[in-house]
């Protein structure tokens, strides 16, 4: 029973801010059937769907919208594939990612937020793009204990601070 | 002994005062209980006329006892004593007094209430304004509830967004049915109790078959989360639902720091399983403290163990009360009489002598207290020695929920009752809302004018009838005249007795008088909770620059533009804000500044169709741009006003860099998407918004190239050409663009490199005898060479025409707001045109008013003052009617509401070397 | 506060949402001025069912068209618009 008063701290769930890493959008406007097709045989497995991600230890492609995917890692195998049919275009200053990691984490990304970040709504491997406190953010689940979190550069401080202060309602 | 007294078990272990008296409660006490346990029956002072009033009801429909909890910041004012729990150390007030509960100055205004009935604030309004300024203050201090908190709530208040397959309102009997069979269904199940235990109606009247405790466990063992202390506050579309949890109690210091939380819940299915709420009976002076709802008389005796009096009065029209009767008479309180409106009724409890055809007219007592019940019975009138009267005028469902959500009543006669109906969303009713018991209509039995309807809001039958007398016909007229239903309680005990009485009136039906429209919130919400974590920081995150730290230890003025942070001014050696610009500009003009331009919306483009795309957006030509070099542009709405400024750069042969102004940037990315993706689909290109990919530093002035070339080791690119290079380590862009009219530079770095970059530039430009220079300085610096800015000149009424920049215009058209331009008003030659301002005279006032001669009409308006930076002397841009061919004329800038004045020679706005020889090398 | 089934990412909050304007206010950049102002200022507004163009913009960044009853905040179907897109 939810009871008032009597909130533990859930010191398992934590939020890193990870270091600056290479990111890029990759946007595709013509032909992209042609192109999937090449992508797939250039990095060796296809582009995701809508809200997913896929991937090897060399990069990750993470796709938010219908014709951009967030690109995470080396990417001069993939620009070598695009032709006259995509391109390529650096984000990574921009973004500054979070690992929020712990028992906590799927509860911790309800605290302002408007998405269901329930394992049926954003299962292990997934992405959203959603709207934490006022804030548009992609959440990545990465699996079952961790999260990665994009968040616009300039809101990151503070969103991390609405983070840490949220984390002692885990389980309130 | 009279009045309330405790059942002896238990024991009294938590400690709490009430207007600075300590009192003992017991674990479970609601505040209501705890004071009628300590025989308090005075709780608080009525809205108008500070008539005393007690405890009327055991829950959230309390209209009387309303208090203020807690101290400082986290005082919580206009508290339901009953819908507190008592805590160790709680601090309750009573509200509405002077100088103390028991005696009050301002009760005199009763003895003025015939001056003070409905429409009395309307009426004030009439007649002469001093009259009014009068009444005012001796409004304000008669009227009023609780005192607002002054000092800032310390607490957090959370925000959650929360999900289920249903929803169920309400832990009586039928709504722990309801969340238990759907838990028992696989469904993801949500209860949620206002009350701090389940139960609803069983607390009061319990049932051996029903265990609300074992009903939750059972809930929870399948995955169902129970919310108590929790109300659903609002229904609102697509079965999206606000709940308020309380975490502690009001004035309470939260553990984790966060009293209250609002969860925003989407629910597939809802139940409203809210139950009833009793209707008061009006009779003179129902108001007193000492009368009760009968069913709060009951809970307190079976759920508290306290029995509100020893010599009781019930006043029914219903067999509810009939109940009440047995739970006093098992708690060994005498019931002296039982009045029952009907003809006849079920058995009484033995000892209890029932009276039919009968109704109170009136109560009177001493100190306070009640001592008198006087009743009509029959014709006659009898009167009974009593502490207590429980009333009940028979039960209103808890529809509001029902109705926020768009639902139909249907009108019930037997209980004179609006029942939830029909509701267009997922969602129903269940339990006893749909079937309150059988109730006919009295007719009140006392004075008009001392029985009271509306007890917070002090609205009396009279009042009723003096509405309807001044030929106030509609309820929602009604409401509004006298107040009715307008209080903390929005009429939650009143607002069928008072329909009633205007249905009367009318001479219609209940539903033909029709009903009010209900809003959210159910019950009061803090404002807190509304503000959630933005309580702080005037509701938004701060964004931070990239650069943020770097410039904090310059410890700069800081200037808040939008959301973001960025420097106003560096002040070193105690200057003033004033003096700092003043001094960063001239260093610009003489030597080297360097600047954050951070923030400035920054598109690539790239693809096939790229040019075409921009062509698109910007009203200038793009297409010819030659790789490697920019040039300003503007973009336009669709009716043809100028939308934003900045520049377009052409870094490959299908990539272009576009750059746009700091506050427009959000406004010009959804812009961008909707031409690329909704207007022209078609279009081989992409659009990334690169506003935060890069850091932006602009340096500027005469010694600004020699600086850059040392620093990258090339020469830098000639006005308005672009390169990329390599400085600090760091591959940059270099675009040769100026805001300040000096040789400038914009050079845009990966963020997260940008603190070398800043600092290696920085250092060199210091080494000439350079600084860095804010927003304040840029602002003297553009004003003076005439260049517009955003939300400034650019105040989405101007067109390329009116700021000058007509001959820029893309000729071929094709842009968006080519059509719109072509409308003949655009061309007007009386439009508001920029012009530049010089000063006749002193300062010219920020915002004043141009006119020809004192008394005129003004011409236009001053958008930006500034200084001549080295020659001193004020300088001004402003938008006047025909200014384009106004030249040389001599006007008056008037600013009324600073008293300043000013006169002025019209001139063009390029004040600082209008041929733009600075940029030449 | 509605909710919107997005065709890309199913059913989101509004708040994810921006909404632009009906589909009889598109302006055509290549039209005329007197077409172009009446898309502006003289739209149907219908008490009733009216195409709508919104965007997922703090979601999926896509455009969509809403089929909307006016009065009682019914969406009775979504439509994607933009450049083609794989599935």
């Known amino acids: 029973m939810i009871l008032p008063g009597n909130a533990t701290v859930t010191d398992a769930t934590s939020i890193i801010a990870l270091p600056a890493a290479p990111l890029h959008a990759l946007e595709i406007w013509s032909n992209p059937q042609d192109l999937a097709t090449r992508v797939h045989k250039a990095l060796g497995f296809a582009l995701p769907p809508m809200n997913r991600s896929a991937g090897n230890a060399a990069i990750t492609l993470l796709r938010y919208e219908p014709t951009v995917w967030l690109v995470e890692g080396d990417t001069s195998v993939l620009a070598d594939t695009l032709g006259d049919d995509g391109a390529l275009t650096a984000i990574g200053g921009g973004i500054v990612r979070f690992r929020i990691a712990g028992p906590g984490w799927r509860e911790l990304l309800l605290e302002g937020g408007v998405f269901d970040t329930s394992p049926a709504a954003l299962p292990v491997g997934a992405t959203a793009a959603t709207v934490i406190d006022h804030v548009g953010v992609r959440l990545f689940a990465t699996s079952e204990d961790a999260c990665i979190v994009y968040v616009p550069a300039s809101y990151a401080q503070s969103l991390h601070h609405f983070w840490e202060e949220a984390l002692p309602l885990l389980g309130a | 002994m009279s009045g309330p007294t405790r059942v002896p078990s238990g024991e009294e272990t938590i400690e709490f005062t009430f207007d600075g008296t300590s009192y003992h409660a017991r674990q479970g006490d609601t505040l209501a209980a705890a004071l009628l346990a300590n025989g308090i029956g005075l709780v608080g002072r009525s809205f108008k006329y500070h008539r005393p009033r007690g405890i009327m009801t055991a829950g959230i429909e309390e209209p009387n006892a309303l208090v203020t909890v807690g101290t400082g910041g986290r005082a919580e004012p206009n508290t339901r004593a009953t819908d507190v729990f008592v805590y160790p150390g709680m601090v309750a007030k009573s509200q509405n007094r002077w100088p103390s509960l028991s005696f009050d100055v301002a009760s005199i205004f009763g003895l003025a209430a015939p001056a003070l009935g409905a429409g009395f604030y309307y009426k004030t309004f009439f007649g002469p304004a001093k009259h009014w300024l009068r009444y005012e203050g001796f409004i304000r201090r008669a009227a009023g509830l609780g005192n607002a908190p002054t000092e800032p709530d310390p607490d957090n208040f959370s925000q959650s967004a929360g999900f289920c397959d249903v929803l169920v309102v309400g832990a009586g009997p039928a709504g722990l049915k309801a969340a238990l069979d759907a838990a028992e269904a696989g469904k993801r199940v949500w209860l949620v109790e206002q009350d701090a235990v389940p139960g609803g109606s069983l607390l009061r009247d319990p049932d051996p078959a029903i265990d609300p405790g074992a009903m939750v466990e059972r809930i929870e063992a399948l995955g169902g989360k129970v919310f108590l202390r929790t109300t659903a506050s609002g229904y609102w579309d697509h079965n999206f639902l606000t709940l308020s949890q309380r975490l502690v109690e009001p004035g309470a210091v939260p553990p984790h720091g966060f009293a209250q939380r609002l969860w925003h819940v989407r629910a597939g299915r809802v139940v409203l399983a809210t139950g009833l709420i009793e209707r008061p009976v009006p009779f003179a002076n129902n108001d007193h403290p000492g009368v009760m709802l009968s069913q709060a008389v009951r809970s307190y005796v079976r759920r508290w163990g306290v029995v509100p009096g020893k010599r009781v009065v019930i006043a029914t029209n219903n067999d509810d009360a009939y109940l009440t009767a047995t739970a006093l008479v098992e708690a060994g309180a005498e019931v002296v009489a039982l009045l029952d409106a009907r003809a006849s009724g079920p058995a009484a409890p033995a000892g209890v002598t029932v009276y039919h055809d009968a109704r109170p007219a009136s109560v009177s007592g001493r100190k306070h207290a009640l001592r008198k019940v006087t009743a009509v019975i029959g014709g006659s009138e009898q009167s009974f020695d009593a502490d207590l009267i429980a009333v009940s005028g028979g039960f209103v469902p808890v529809s509001h929920l029902h109705m926020q959500a768009g639902g139909k009543l249907e009108w019930n006669v037997e209980a004179q009752a609006f029942i939830p109906g029909s509701n267009p969303q997922v969602c129903e009713t269940v339990g006893s809302a749909l079937a309150p018991p059988p109730a006919p209509a009295v007719a009140p039995a006392g004075k008009a004018k001392k029985s009271f309807v509306d007890f ?110 960025r420097p106003r001014a560096y002040p070193v050696n105690g200057e003033t804000l004033q003096q700092a610009a003043l001094r960063e500009a001239r260093t610009v003009r003489t030597a080297a500044g360097l600047s954050d331009v951070s923030t400035l919306g920054k598109f690539e483009v790239s693809g096939p169709d790229a040019a075409k795309l921009l062509e698109l957006v910007c009203a200038t030509t793009v297409g010819k741009l030659a790789v490697g070099r920019g040039r300003y542009t503007f973009m336009c709405r669709e009716d043809g006003f100028v939308n934003d400024d900045g520049t377009v750069w052409r870094l490959a042969e299908n990539r272009y860099l576009l750059t746009s102004s700091t506050g427009g940037a959000d406004r010009m990315a959804h812009f961008m998407s909707y031409v690329r993706n909704s207007l022209r689909p078609e279009l081989k290109c992409s659009v990334v918004n690169v506003q935060e990919y890069y850091g932006g530093i602009a340096l500027a002035g005469p010694k600004a190239r020699g600086i850059l070339a040392a620093l990258t080791g090339a020469e830098p690119p000639r006005h308005m050409g672009y390169a990329p290079g390599m400085l600090a380590g760091v591959p940059v862009h270099v675009l040769a663009a100026s805001y300040s009219g000096e040789r400038a530079f914009e050079i845009h770095v990966e963020a997260s490199h940008a603190a070398a970059v800043w600092q290696a530039i920085e250092a060199a430009t210091r080494a000439e005898g350079g600084a860095p220079y804010g927003l304040e300085a840029m602002e003297l610096l553009r004003i003076e060479k005439g260049h517009v800015v955003v939300g400034g000149e650019v105040d989405g009424r101007s067109t390329p025409q009116d700021l000058g920049l007509g001959g820029m215009l893309n000729k071929a058209g094709g842009f968006i707001g080519a059509a719109g331009l072509t409308r003949p008003a655009l061309s007007d030659p009386n439009r508001n045109n920029l012009v530049g301002l010089v000063s006749l005279d002193g300062p010219i006032p920020e915002g004043g008013m141009l006119i020809q001669r004192a008394g005129q009409s003004p011409q236009g308006h001053v958008t930006a003052a500034a200084r001549r930076i080295i020659e001193g002397g004020a300088i001004a841009l402003a938008l006047l009617q025909g200014g384009h061919h106004r030249h040389g004329e001599e006007l008056i800038v008037t600013s009324p509401t600073r008293g300043e004045k000013a006169r002025v020679r019209v001139t063009s706005p390029h004040f600082y070397d209008p041929a733009g020889e600075r940029y030449r090398d | 506060m509605y909710q919107i089934t997005c065709p890309h990412c199913g059913p989101r909050a509004q708040t994810e949402f921006t909404y632009e304007r009906t589909t009889d206010s598109v302006v055509d950049p290549a039209g005329d001025a007197q077409t172009a102002m009446q898309a502006l200022y003289t739209r149907a507004n219908p008490m009733g069912l009216d195409d709508e163009i919104w965007r997922h913009t703090y979601g999926c960044r896509a455009w969509m068209v809403l089929t909307r009853h006016r009065v009682s905040h019914e969406i009775h179907a979504v439509k994607a618009i933009g450049p083609e897109a794989l599935p």
């Open chain 2, 456 to 565: 917070q809001n002090d609205v009396s039958l009279a009042d009723i009838d003096l509405a309807w007398q001044e030929g106030y016909r509609s309820v929602e007229h009604l409401k509004r005249y006298t107040t009715l239903g307008m209080a903390t309680d929005q009429g939650k005990t009143s607002n069928m007795v008072a329909l009633s009485r205007l249905a009367e009136k009318q001479g219609v039906t209940v539903p033909e008088a029709g009903l009010t429209t209900f809003r959210p919130p159910f019950t009061p919400v803090t404002m807190g909770l509304l503000a959630g974590a933005g309580a702080r920081n005037a509701g938004a995150h701060v964004r931070r620059i990239p650069l943020h730290a770097l410039h904090e230890a310059h410890d700069p003025i800081w200037q808040p533009l939008g959301y973001w942070f």
